[in-house]
């Protein structure tokens, strides 16, 4: 009789927490809906491709390939710049003397770099076959052959402006993945400390002082932020060394991100504190305000999306943050290169700073 009083105690608890049942109830279907909408779209590889002295033969048969777009050009430098420009996906130059195909991949995406090799050599055999119907089909008619010299076998070369020929598809997803658990735990632990300071009556009794709410604000970023500052450069550092992930630009470059997004999380953290009661409400806003974050950052590339789904991960800023440390670790890009999501993150911070200043107005009794 007990155990039923106590159970019937439980579930009326669980029916005035209305935060809770949309936990239980609504979260999951949200995630599998996110799921659904990442994993539906077009997933179709296309690779855009530059030739330089490739036969024409060749190229017809290159373009049967579903996906592959080519552009021929004059001289191999044009072809190069264009490539490191992310114009192309990868560069294919014929060298007539030693008869081989020297191909140069971005290899930005394993699935195009696959595509690029697969489109190539099918060309090759297509047009081998091609040849020896020809040879046979004149041997059948009687016609004179004219003696043919023993070709050459025909070489490809091949080369990585990134990674090399074991490169997968995590070497992709790293850089988004660095930012999302540096997004993670400094918002986890962030929202966590301040709520603690909260219920404990600390934040009370602070705000019970002339000091004016932004200073507490400002304090509290200085504060966590130098735990944030640790965290994001140890998760940026020991992830590329400790997974061997190489940087083709500056590891400082990289820290920097990091730490400009790790502030972001922090700023985001305490506004989402400000919302909840207990360190199990704050949990419960991490399908709502974590969980797109990882969806709609380009793991799956945005232009592949729906448009909806595209302006909704425009406005996440793991996006930008996730843009930049992908140009900086796979490109070699610089800060001023990203200065686009530099600027973008910063917004955000400043947004959310604010924000944060008006949010304080609601626990201030004088």
């Known amino acids: ?3 039923l009083v106590i159970a019937k105690r439980v579930i009326s608890q669980i029916l005035r927490d209305k935060r809770t049942l949309a936990l239980v109830f609504i979260a999951p279907l949200l995630i599998l809906w996110l799921l659904n909408t990442m994993f539906s779209a077009n ?3 296309t690779a855009r491709i530059g030739t330089v002295a490739v036969d024409q033969k060749i190229a017809k048969q290159m373009k049967k390939v579903t996906g592959i777009t080519l552009k021929a050009y004059d001289k191999k430098a044009t072809a190069k710049k264009a ?3 992310d114009k192309l996906d990868g560069v294919i130059v014929y060298d007539q003397a030693a008869k081989k195909y020297e191909v140069t991949y971005a290899n930005l995406d394993v699935s195009k770099t696959a595509l690029t090799k697969t489109a190539l050599k099918s060309a090759l055999t297509a047009t081998t076959i091609t040849n020896l119907k020809n040879v046979v089909q004149k041997q059948s008619q009687l016609l004179p052959i004219a003696p043919q010299k023993q070709a050459k076998t025909v070489k490809i070369v091949n080369h990585y402006n990134y990674g090399d020929a074991d490169s997968n598809f995590f070497n992709k997803m790293a850089p988004i993945l660095m930012g999302f658990f540096t997004f ?3 918002f986890l632990i962030s929202g966590m400390a301040l709520l603690k300071e909260r219920t404990s009556g600390t934040l009370a009794r602070l705000l019970a002082t002339p000091v004016k709410r932004s200073e507490i604000v400002y304090g509290y970023m200085l504060g966590y932020g130098l735990l944030a500052l640790l965290q994001a450069s140890l998760i940026a550092i020991v992830g590329i060394y400790l997974l061997n992930i190489e940087v083709v630009g500056s ?14 999380a922090l700023a985001f953290g305490i506004l989402m504190s400000t919302f909840a009661a207990s360190e199990f409400q704050l949990m419960q806003f991490i399908p709502i305000v974590v969980v797109p974050q990882i969806f709609f950052s380009g793991i799956i590339p945005l232009d592949s999306m729906v448009n909806w789904a595209q302006v909704i991960g425009k406005l996440l800023p793991l996006t930008y943050a996730g843009d930049a440390l992908t140009a900086i670790i796979m490109q070699g890009a610089s800060l001023v290169d990203v200065w686009y ?3 973008i993150l910063i917004i955000f911070l400043v947004v959310l700073v604010l924000l944060n200043v008006v949010g304080l107005k609601r626990y201030r009794k004088v």
């Not at 590891?251 to 972001?264: H, Q, R």
């Open 251 to 264: 590891l400082l470059s990289v820290v920097a991100i990091s730490v400009l997004f790790g502030f972001v």
């Open 341 to 343: 999501d530099i600027m």
């Open 83 to 85: 490539l490191a420009d």
């Open 184 to 186: 993670f735990f400094v």
């Open 43 to 45: 997933n179709d590889v």
């Open 1 to 3: 009789m007990r155990t």
